[in-house]
Structure formats: C-alpha cells, structure tokens
Antibody, heavy 123, light 106 residues
Framework: EVQLVESGGGLVQPGGSLRLSCVVSGFTFSDHYIDWVRQAPGEGLEWVGRSRNKVNSYSTEYGASVRGRFTISRDDSESTVYLQMNSLKSEDMAMYYC??????????????WGQGTPVAVSS | IQLTQSPSSLSASVGDRITITCRASQGISNYLDWYQQRPGKAPKLLIYAASTLQSGVPSRFSGGGSGTSFTLTISSLQPEDFATYYCRQCDTFPITFGQGTRLEIK
C-alpha cells in the first residue's frame, strides 16, 4: 500500500526555521518525483517545490515565494523527503502536503498524497 | 501560467450534470489535471493529461480540452461529489493551480 506520512509541523516564530519530513512506503522511493504543496487556511492550493527522482539526480525546483528560503532534500536510507524552511513568514502558515508523482507521456502527475502537517507562524 | 476556473462556486442538485472550466493564460497542450478536495482532507487526483480518468475514479467524471481551455464534467452528481475542485498545470514551472471551484448542494 502506497503511503506518504508528513510530520514536523508546529508553531514557529517569524524568522524561524522548521524541517518537515515526508516518510514514504509501498513504492520504490528513488523512482518517483515528490512534490510539496501547501494550503493556507481557507485558501487554495499552492505548489511549493519538487524533488525529481534518482535518474534525474534528485534535482529540485521551487516556487517563487519560497525560493532561497526553502530547501528540499532526500534520504534514500530512510525513504524520506525533507522540506527545510528558513526565514519563515506569516504567509508561510499553511497545511503542507507531500505528494507522489507518476510519469505519463513525459510529464508528471500526482496520485498519492499525505494527510498533511500544519505550520503556524506567529510571535 | 495563470489558471482561471469558472465558476468559483456552483450550487447544484443530486443527479445534475455540471461542467467546470479552467482557462490557461497560455497554451499548455494537455498538461493539466483535476483534483477533488473534501473539507479537511488531502486533494484526490481525478483526471490527468486533461482527459485520462485516474484509476478508481467513477466514470461519471470526465475531462476534456487542450491548449488553453479545459473542462471537468460530472455527468450525474452524487452526494459525495460536493467538494472543491482544482485544476493544475504541469507544462511549465512554476506549477500552478486554479483558484478552485466550490460545488455546493442546492
């Protein structure tokens, strides 16, 4: 059974840091892209960033609002994807989801999602 | 690439046929998918590559379009379909979502 489980969310002060984890199981970790997507309270979905698969050297992409502050990394031995968030702002407050990609005709679509982990930014 | 969904909200009854439109600010071929999100839950993939039904999704859901105009149609609404729907483009970075369409029971 494919599973993605996020953790690490919590309350942090503006300017602070937090590291989210996404532990996956039920599929070959290195074969799949993993995206992070967030949703502010009462708002829509926002793409945060991407970790490509091992064939693509686990290279990353980021949304404009987080580029330079957030970093995505992987640990093969733990089947875990991390989202390191630095210099947090109030507008980063959201539920954060990790999601698994599958490839179809050269593009990647996302079929399994975790339950999300909440991040609150407040003094 | 901006995605604009219409309508932003919609009231309908069980058994109705409804269509949601997603328009892209530039051509994205068929690199678009649709998600359903129920309150307090993670999004669920319904349609990918504009018109391919995800495994396990009921056949009353269908998608169409290419280029800049796309549709999601539910042929006969069921009670569990009342949720928020999002389109997403994966043609160009940054990946973007539409603003969502909230489907409510009339």
């Amino acid at each position: 059974e494919v599973q993605l489980v996020e953790s690490g969310g919590g309350l942090v002060q503006p300017g602070g840091s937090l590291r989210l984890s996404c532990v996956v199981s039920g599929f070959t970790f290195s074969d799949h892209y993993i995206d992070w997507v967030r949703q502010a309270p009462g708002e829509g979905l926002e793409w945060v960033g991407r970790s490509r698969n091992k064939v693509n050297s686990y290279s990353t992409e980021y949304g404009a609002s987080v580029r330079g502050r957030f970093t995505i990394s992987r640990d093969d031995s733990e089947s875990t994807v991390y989202l390191q968030m630095n210099s947090l702002k109030s507008e980063d407050m959201a539920m954060y989801y990790c999601t698994r990609g599958f490839q179809y005709n050269g593009h990647w679509y996302f079929d399994y999602w975790g339950q999300g982990t909440p991040v609150a930014v407040s003094s | 690439i901006q995605l604009t969904q219409s309508p932003s909200s919609l009231s309908a009854s069980v058994g109705d046929r409804i269509t949601i439109t997603c328009r892209a600010s530039q051509g994205i071929s068929n690199y678009l998918d649709w998600y359903q999100q129920r309150p307090g839950k993670a999004p669920k993939l319904l349609i990918y590559a504009a018109s391919t039904l995800q495994s396990g999704v009921p056949s009353r859901f269908s998608g169409g379009g290419s280029g800049t105009s796309f549709t999601l149609t539910i042929s006969s609404l069921q009670p569990e379909d009342f949720a928020t729907y999002y389109c997403r483009q994966c043609d160009t970075f940054p990946i973007t979502f539409g603003q969502g369409t909230r489907l409510e029971i009339k």
